[in-house]
């Protein structure tokens, strides 16, 4: 059981309660360089141990290996089913997409066995601005909706980058059917538009996760790894704003993920995390944070450095709706 009071909230109308930092499983997939399994169960571990109950993975990340670790890591717990929340998705593979029925179906059994799971609380369609979003309404989410009968899948999201997404699909399907959003990097503090989806979002009774509130390692001390996508400008605007932190002894990421934490409305903030260091970084902040407040001078002053890249983004997909 958590020792330390992370704070929980709601995700919508699912009746789950999320820790408000979420574990990114991303990173056991090798995603941000190698990580050992012993250190991938031993993070795993200690996210638990301090409250953190939300674990986020999919089958692309590293080539299915990221659900693997976190199988095994989750096995190793030993704690009760129901003490911990787990996604995965669907349709993003390495080989490439496919929404189709007859591969999402499919790809639910493949992930259960590597994660050596009965079933998942959330079963997400994989950045869907890469697929016809026609498809996802018409026979990807009516394909989901039967494993969610099967029992094999709790709830149904959807994810990707560009924010038009949500609502196209959200606007076709009846109410409901669609539990959550995983939106990424657009609500941290050099982009934050995922802010005035909000209320739609909230009407639609939609749970709301973000990822990425260290913007994909632009906002770490050591930076993106080579293959992020950002422009040469926010890149470099984000290694003035980590250098300008370091410089006032401050750091980063931390001043990052109190930025993403502070707006209740979002359940979950999802970090990618490959180390128990980062773990307890991660969670003293959000501790911090809830304990002490936010340290307003040291935001507004990276605001200000990050202001000429504010909201910036890339593209992302066959479409941008
Ligand atoms: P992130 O912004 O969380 O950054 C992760 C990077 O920051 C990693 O290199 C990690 O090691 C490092 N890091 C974590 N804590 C740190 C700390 N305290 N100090 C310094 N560095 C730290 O980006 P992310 O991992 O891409 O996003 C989080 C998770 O959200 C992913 O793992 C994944 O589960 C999910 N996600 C989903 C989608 C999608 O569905 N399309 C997209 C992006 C992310």
């Given at each position: 059981?958590?020792?330390?009071p992370?704070e929980?909230?709601?995700?919508?109308?699912?009746?789950?309660k999320?820790?408000?930092v979420?574990?990114?499983?991303?990173?056991?997939?090798?995603?941000?360089?190698?990580?050992?399994?012993?250190?991938?169960?031993?993070s795993?571990?200690?996210?638990?141990?301090?409250g953190?109950?939300?674990?986020?993975?999919s089958?692309?990340?590293?080539?299915?290996?990221?659900?693997?670790?976190?199988g095994?890591?989750?096995?190793?717990?030993?704690?009760?089913?129901?003490?911990?929340?787990?996604?995965t998705k669907?349709?993003?593979?390495?080989?490439?997409?496919?929404?189709?029925?007859?591969?999402?179906t499919?790809s639910i059994?493949?992930?259960?066995?590597?994660l050596?799971?009965d079933?998942v609380?959330?079963?997400?369609?994989?950045?869907?601005?890469?697929?016809?979003l026609?498809?996802?309404?018409?026979?990807t989410?009516?394909?989901?909706l039967?494993?969610?009968?099967?029992?094999?899948?709790?709830?149904i999201?959807?994810?990707?980058?560009?924010?038009?997404?949500?609502?196209?699909?959200?606007?076709r399907?009846?109410?409901?059917?669609?539990?959550?959003?995983l939106?990424?990097?657009?609500?941290?503090?050099?982009?934050?538009?995922?802010?005035?989806l909000?209320?739609?979002?909230?009407?639609?009774?939609?749970?709301?996760?973000?990822?990425s509130?260290l913007?994909?390692?632009?906002?770490t001390?050591?930076?993106?790894p080579?293959?992020?996508?950002?422009?040469?400008?926010?890149?470099?605007?984000?290694?003035?704003a980590?250098?300008?932190?370091k410089?006032?002894?401050?750091?980063?990421?931390?001043?990052?993920l109190?930025?993403?934490?502070?707006?209740?409305?979002?359940?979950?903030?999802?970090?990618?995390?490959n180390?128990v260091?980062?773990?307890?970084?991660?969670v003293?902040?959000?501790?911090?944070?809830?304990?002490f407040g936010?340290?307003?001078?040291?935001?507004?002053?990276?605001?200000?450095?990050?202001k000429?890249?504010?909201?910036?983004?890339?593209?992302?997909?066959?479409?941008?709706?």
């Open positions: 059981m958590a020792a330390t992370l929980l909230r709601p995700l919508g109308n699912t009746g789950l999320l820790s408000c979420g574990f990114g499983a991303s990173p056991l997939g090798n995603v941000f360089g190698l990580v050992s399994e012993s250190d991938a169960i031993a795993v571990r200690k996210a638990f141990s301090l953190i109950n939300f674990f986020d993975t089958p692309y990340y590293g080539g299915t290996l990221s659900e693997k670790m976190l095994k890591a989750l096995k190793a717990l030993g704690a009760p089913r129901n003490e911990y929340i787990v996604s669907c349709g993003r593979y390495a080989e490439g997409f496919d929404f189709s029925a007859e591969r999402v499919r059994d493949e992930s259960l066995e590597r050596q799971l079933y609380d959330i079963l997400q369609c994989h950045d869907i601005e890469f697929g016809s026609d498809q996802i309404v018409t026979e989410i009516p394909a989901l039967k494993l969610k009968e099967a029992g094999k899948v709790k709830f999201g959807i994810t990707g980058l560009p924010l038009g997404i949500f609502s196209y699909i959200l606007d399907v009846p109410p409901g059917t669609v539990d959550v959003i939106s990424y990097c657009h609500y941290g503090i050099n982009d934050s538009t995922l802010e005035d909000l209320p739609y979002l909230k009407s639609k009774g939609v749970g709301i996760i973000s990822a509130p913007a994909m390692g632009l906002l001390e050591s930076g993106p080579e293959w992020h996508p950002a422009s040469p400008e926010l890149k470099a605007a984000c290694q003035d980590a250098a300008f932190c410089e006032k002894g401050k750091n980063i990421s931390k001043l990052a109190q930025y993403s934490l502070l707006n209740k409305d979002i359940s979950t903030i999802l970090v990618g995390m180390s260091k980062q773990v307890d970084e991660n003293a902040t959000a501790v911090e944070l809830a304990t936010k340290d307003e001078k040291a935001l507004s002053e990276i605001e200000e450095i990050l000429p890249v504010k909201n910036q983004t890339w593209p992302s997909g066959i479409q941008q709706s």
